[in-house]
């Protein structure tokens, strides 16, 4: 019997050393990115950074590219949250148990491991060759796109994080509202909505931070503008394009301030997930 013990003793302690060098292997890579874009990026913070536009090429800045992507990410969250959260909601009260909410939640699951850049080539075609048509074939690239495009991406994951974090609601609450003679609508849109709150508003917030870091679908809608632009029916700057766009010059300048892009990119992100896990938190504590 001891023999049996030591040989599982023997795999937990092997098992154990695998998960900890695994942990420590990620983490460390992680570190490494992180260091490497904060030692790159750090070199071109300052001033002319927030205030400069890409028009000034080198001597520039990312004031247009901040801009840009601080109003096409707004965009598409306005349009993806409110149609994430209802769609969500249906399928979590409504079709919980049906076929046809298996199916949608099926097709909501490809949309979310679809590619990005698909999203992107196909708000091209339906959206900005149509325009191109109208415009006697100026390639009408523009903000609204390359949002629409964006909402595509951040759309399944708040119907996903709707529908699971109703699903974790008790069904002893849902049970003693309609006891008391609560209709449907009362209960769904004043009881669970606000009892899954947090988690809904966690998962619009992880979706804007998926949004934030994206590229390929930009670079078929909003194209880029070195320029300050601010209606969306012009082409916009955003970060990840303007570094996409640095990083693919010659000129060291033009690398640093691309460095510098992307550490702001990764301090949004970041922000956002810190701000994802204290709603979280607050969540655990209020259990």
């Known amino acids: 019997m001891s023999a049996r013990y030591r040989r599982r003793a023997i795999k937990n302690a092997l098992a154990m050393a695998l998960a900890g060098t695994a942990t420590l292997v990620g983490l460390g890579f992680l570190a490494w990115i992180l260091g490497v874009t904060v030692a790159r990026g750090i070199e071109a913070f300052g001033v002319p950074l927030f205030t400069r536009i890409t028009a000034h090429a080198a001597e520039g800045g990312l004031a247009n590219a901040m801009l840009g992507s601080v109003l096409i990410d707004v965009m598409a969250i306005l349009m993806c949250a409110p149609v ?61 796109a390359g949002a629409v495009a964006l909402a595509l991406i951040g759309l399944p994951v708040i119907v996903r994080t709707t529908d699971e974090m109703l699903r974790l609601v008790p069904s002893s609450l849902r049970e003693a509202a309609l006891s008391l003679g609560v209709p449907q609508w009362k209960l769904t849109t004043q009881v669970l909505l606000r009892a899954a709150g ?24 909003a194209f880029g503008n070195n320029y300050m632009a601010v209606g969306p029916l012009d082409k916009m700057a955003t970060l990840p394009t303007t570094i996409y766009q640095y990083t693919n010059d010659p000129d060291p300048a033009m690398h640093a301030i691309a460095w510098a892009g992307a550490l702001l990119v990764t301090l949004f992100v970041l922000s956002l997930g810190l701000l994802a896990r204290s709603f979280i938190q607050r969540e655990n504590r209020h259990d």
């Open 84 to 144: 994430g959260v209802m769609a969500g909601t249906w399928l979590a009260e409504y079709a919980s148990h049906s076929r046809l909410g298996t199916v949608i939640r099926f097709m909501n699951d490809i949309l979310l491991s679809a590619p990005s850049i698909v999203l992107g080539l196909f708000v091209y075609v339906v959206m900005v060759l149509p325009m191109t048509a109208i415009t006697d074939g100026a390639v009408s690239f523009s903000a609204l």
């Open 198 to 221: 947090s988690g809904i508003l966690t998962g619009c917030l992880l979706a804007l931070a998926r949004l934030a870091g994206e590229t390929a679908p930009l670079l078929f809608t």
